[in-house]
């Protein structure tokens, strides 16, 4: 009886390791998941004010949602080109600020074949973005797509040279 039961001990702990170690290389040949928009542009370096500000508006958990969104977004150099007097403003003012940051959301995935083939792009603030395509150029409203089509899970993002003001 001994080395049945021996039989049956070593079985299951071949069974167990050999579950183990495929489950371990299964584990190593999943990839990982995307980031959202929120995390991938914070983990990119150019949108530091970009996600303070997204912060500071309370728009963070709604840009880490399901989406999906599109996000045209200002590095820190658009950024520096804005008076201080109105990054003041909007810091203070979270109402203008979300109205501001949601002029730079549209709703749903659109990549960059999708944008140029519109004039214009509603955004999550009520208004409209203007599209024009100019040779090899892109913009949305007055500032030009400097990078296009960054995927993150809840959506794509495009880089942009300038911040949008709405009207």
Do not use: C
């Not at 489950?23 to 999943?30: D, I, K």
């Not at 990982?32 to 949108?47: D, K, L, Q, R, W």
């Amino acid at each position: 009886m001994r080395p049945i039961r021996t039989i049956i001990a070593a079985a299951l702990v071949t069974a167990v390791a050999v579950w183990a170690l495929s489950a371990g290389a299964a584990a190593q040949t999943t990839p990982a998941s995307t980031p959202t928009i929120v995390e991938t542009a914070a983990s990119n370096g150019n949108f530091t004010t970009l996600t303070a500000l997204v912060k500071r508006a309370r728009l963070a958990k709604t840009l880490e949602g399901k989406g999906p969104y599109t996000v045209f977004a200002p590095t820190d150099a658009a950024f520096a080109k804005v008076p201080k007097a109105t990054l003041a403003r909007l810091a203070r003012n979270k109402a203008a600020l979300r109205s501001v940051l949601l002029y730079h959301v549209a709703k749903g995935a659109l990549t960059a074949a999708q944008v140029t083939k519109r004039h214009s792009v509603p955004t999550l603030n009520g208004q409209r973005l203007t599209i024009r395509v100019r040779g090899s150029n892109v913009f949305v409203g007055r500032a030009r797509v400097v990078t296009p089509d960054v995927t993150a899970s809840n959506g794509v993002i495009h880089v942009i040279n300038k911040v949008l003001i709405p009207h």
